[in-house]
């Protein structure tokens, strides 16, 4: 299991080991057209945006610096804990950020495998992170590279490329996300260019991937 909680190369074997060389590349005979057709792949991805944090309580700018959930925050991690406890989740993922690490693993109580990555991360805002958030809401702008950050476009494909990744450890199941407010809007705005909102603390929302394509399934809701 430590080999998965660092570094989930052993995942299929975990999750779908009893699977593995009996079906050669997801394919099986049709003896009645004796053909061979691929098996749909589909996963479930219930994505969580982190619970509230001192920073959201003081109206200072994130990105990829961090600030610890509040009271509240943690609360409402436990909650979604509650909410989600009859779900059969595979794993769980999260940003390496501790907001999102500790949400995640307030909400798993050690009831499935975990991992984190980086390109789950909120959006670079570089080095404008820790100023008023209202540096943020004041403007249009997507692209902060001058501010050493990142564009919004780069930190959406990044995540988008990352839950791609995942579904492949996981065909046809459920999987557990948190991530963070902007970087999780302008993934949604990709596949919904309708929405531009930022998810409250500690909604969700579902995400599918069928066959490497990420498609919409329900917009951010408050569930707790």
């Not at 052993?10 to 049709?30: E, I, P």
């Not at 991805?45 to 109206?59: A, C």
């Not at 009859?86 to 690490?101: I, K, L, P, V, Y």
């Not at 596949?191 to 579902?206: E, G, T, W």
Request: glycine share 8%; charged share 25%; aromatic share 12%.
């Amino acid at each position: 299991m430590l080999g998965w909680y660092y570094g989930c190369e052993s995942f299929h074997a975990t999750c779908y080991g009893d699977l593995v060389g009996t079906f050669s590349d997801w394919r099986f005979f049709d003896r009645r057209r004796n053909s061979l057709y691929k098996r749909t792949m589909r996963t479930i991805f219930y994505v969580v945006r982190h619970g509230q944090t001192l920073f959201n309580v003081k109206g200072i700018i994130q990105g990829f610096s961090d600030s610890p959930l509040t009271q509240e925050g943690l609360e409402q991690a436990q909650k979604m804990a509650e909410r989600l406890k009859a779900e059969d989740f595979c794993f769980g993922a999260s940003s390496t950020s501790e907001r999102a690490r500790d949400t995640l693993l307030t909400i798993v109580q050690d009831r499935f495998p975990v991992a984190f990555y980086k390109d789950l991360k909120e959006i670079g805002f570089g080095n404008l992170e820790g100023d008023s958030i209202t540096k943020l809401l004041d403007t249009k702008r997507t692209d902060w590279t001058e501010f050493g950050g990142e564009t919004f476009s780069q930190a959406a494909s990044r995540m988008e490329k990352r839950l791609v990744a995942l579904s492949e450890k996981a065909p046809n199941q459920k999987v557990l996300v948190v991530s963070h407010g902007s970087v999780i809007r302008e993934v949604l705005h990709d596949l919904d260019a309708s929405y531009y909102d930022v998810m409250s603390n500690c909604s969700m929302c579902k995400i599918a991937c069928e066959d490497g394509k990420l498609s919409l399934l329900s917009l951010p809701e408050v569930l707790i």
